[in-house]
């Protein structure tokens, strides 16, 4: 997920939503385990979007909270 990310909070869902483009219904979506959903590029299988779900009862938790998912460092001259 290099690039811009966008972090949304959704209070009644109690969603946070981590994006790097608008999602759209042409998306796969995977279960990462841990309730958290990535949604894929349907052509390439790149994570677009991220979904944590219950993220509130997450911040309550004593352990450190990680995502499942490995990025990529870009540097530019």
């Given at each position: ?23 759209y ?33 997450r ?19």
């Open positions: 997920m290099a690039g811009k990310l966008i972090f949304n909070y959704d209070r009644e869902a109690d969603i946070l939503h981590i994006d790097k483009c608008q999602p219904p042409d998306q796969e979506s995977e279960e990462l385990g841990d309730d958290i959903i990535a949604r894929l590029n349907p052509v390439t299988g790149e994570v677009e979007n991220l979904e944590v779900l219950f993220f509130s009862t911040l309550l938790r004593k352990e450190l909270f990680e995502l499942p998912v490995t990025g990529e460092l870009r540097v530019s001259n």
